[in-house]
């Protein structure tokens, strides 16, 4: 459906087009707003809220478990690994420097990992990362060793990072909207079809295209599908469920498992787990938004028999998110041409690293 002459009128010439309602979009265009209050800026999505995984998370802000830094400095070696994490640092310090975290159900109540007995990381290895840590953000012993008396089929042994903590993930998106309401950044939800780069347009349908002096991507995940120069985005899906009221359980901690793979934590009385694509990633590297019912009862069976949960529990919701993944855990934040720039593959870190990612892509774009 054609956009009308007022609409047009309203929208005008843009300067700064941002693709994508996320926490990277909405920080992304904060940043270019504060910075050049004269600019025409517009964030552009398919939906409200969100189509990506900003809202659909599990509201962790989290920088990495021991198991899972570790196998990324095995994988990608210990500049690449520890960079990353210094981001993710930087990135939610950039995002609580932009935001009042009172009404966010914010609480930095520590992140624990839980451990199958063979797999506890020996204490050379934890030593080995704090030191690496302290070098990057300067806190000593970030993670430490905790006796682990709750969860009896697990190590007794698990390991603490104080720093860790959970929030609202829709929470925190309004509050990244009305900020950039009250900045008068302009909105628009319709689906971008394709990009004309030769004219420097954003089509919306055969009716409408909206001129832009500058793109910013911000999609994520799906950014892929329109750009072949970022190939090195894959899209993961990732299922979160959430439990009926439970009496008798309680977990007062955010929860890693299996380097990461599978999380939890509370809200309220309930249980919300995640995870577990990497025991199914025939069918989860997809862009399709369903529920794997396979991962749903796999979670389910995973929560009632690994932590012994004796009262009877549904499933009250589930829902998947799609991640944006790739060789490295490392954000793309580039310039794709003279007119286009681009701040995606958060491997599924969007939270803690988003705001970060948001404000050097405006900077790179406001720069040029």
């Known amino acids: 459906m054609a956009l009308s002459f007022w609409e047009r009128d309203y929208y005008g010439q843009i300067d700064f087009a941002i693709l994508g309602c996320g926490i990277v979009g909405l920080s992304t265009a904060i940043h270019l707003k504060q910075t050049q209050p004269e600019a025409n800026i517009v964030v552009i999505d398919r939906s409200w809220p969100p189509h990506g995984a900003s809202t659909k998370n599990a509201g962790?802000?989290?920088?990495?478990?021991?198991?899972?830094?570790?196998?990324?400095?095995?994988?990608?070696?210990?500049?690449?690994?520890?960079?990353?994490?210094?981001?993710?640092?930087?990135?939610?310090?950039?995002?609580?420097?932009?935001?009042?975290?009172?009404?966010?159900?914010?609480?930095?109540?520590?992140?624990?990992?839980?451990?199958?007995?063979?797999?506890?990381?020996?204490?050379?290895?934890?030593?080995?990362?704090?030191q690496l840590i302290y070098s990057k953000i300067g806190i000593k012993d970030y993670f430490e060793y905790v006796e682990n008396n709750s969860f009896l089929n697990f190590n007794q042994k698990a390991i603490l990072a104080q720093k860790e903590g959970r929030i609202n993930p829709m929470k925190l998106i309004l509050t990244l909207k009305n900020i950039a309401d009250q900045l008068g950044i302009k909105f628009l939800f319709k689906e971008v079809k394709s990009i004309d780069r030769t004219n420097n347009g954003l089509v919306l349908d055969q009716d409408t295209v909206l001129p832009y002096r500058k793109l910013l991507v911000t999609l994520n995940a799906f950014a892929a599908k329109l750009f072949q120069e970022l190939q090195d985005v894959k899209a993961a899906r990732n299922v979160v469920l959430v439990t009926s009221p439970l009496k008798y359980f309680n977990i007062n901690h955010v929860i890693h498992i299996d380097k990461g793979y599978v999380y939890m934590r509370m809200i309220g009385n309930r249980i919300l787990?995640?995870?577990?694509?990497?025991k199914f990633l025939n069918t989860e590297y997809t862009d399709e938004i369903s529920v794997n019912a396979e991962i749903v009862s796999y979670l389910k069976d995973y929560l009632k028999h690994k932590f012994d949960i004796k009262e009877a529990f549904t499933i009250e919701a589930?829902?998947?998110?799609?991640?944006?993944?790739?060789?490295?855990?490392?954000?793309?934040?580039?310039?794709?041409?003279?007119?286009?720039?681009?701040?995606?593959?958060?491997?599924?870190?969007?939270?803690?690293?988003?705001a970060l990612v948001g404000k050097q892509l405006a900077e790179l774009s406001a720069s040029q």
């Open 273 to 278: 787990l995640g995870g577990a694509r990497n």
């Open 60 to 130: 962790f802000v989290c920088f990495g478990s021991p198991t899972e830094i570790l196998d990324d400095i095995q994988q990608n070696g210990p500049v690449t690994a520890m960079n990353i994490f210094e981001k993710r640092w930087l990135g939610r310090e950039t995002l609580f420097s932009m935001i009042d975290t009172t009404n966010l159900d914010y609480q930095q109540i520590g992140g624990l990992e839980l451990f199958e007995n063979a797999d506890l990381p020996e204490k050379e290895e934890i030593d080995y990362l704090n």
């Open 318 to 354: 589930a829902w998947s998110g799609i991640l944006g993944v790739g060789s490295n855990k490392n954000p793309i934040i580039e310039k794709l041409d003279e007119h286009i720039y681009v701040g995606v593959r958060m491997g599924g870190m969007g939270v803690a690293i988003g």
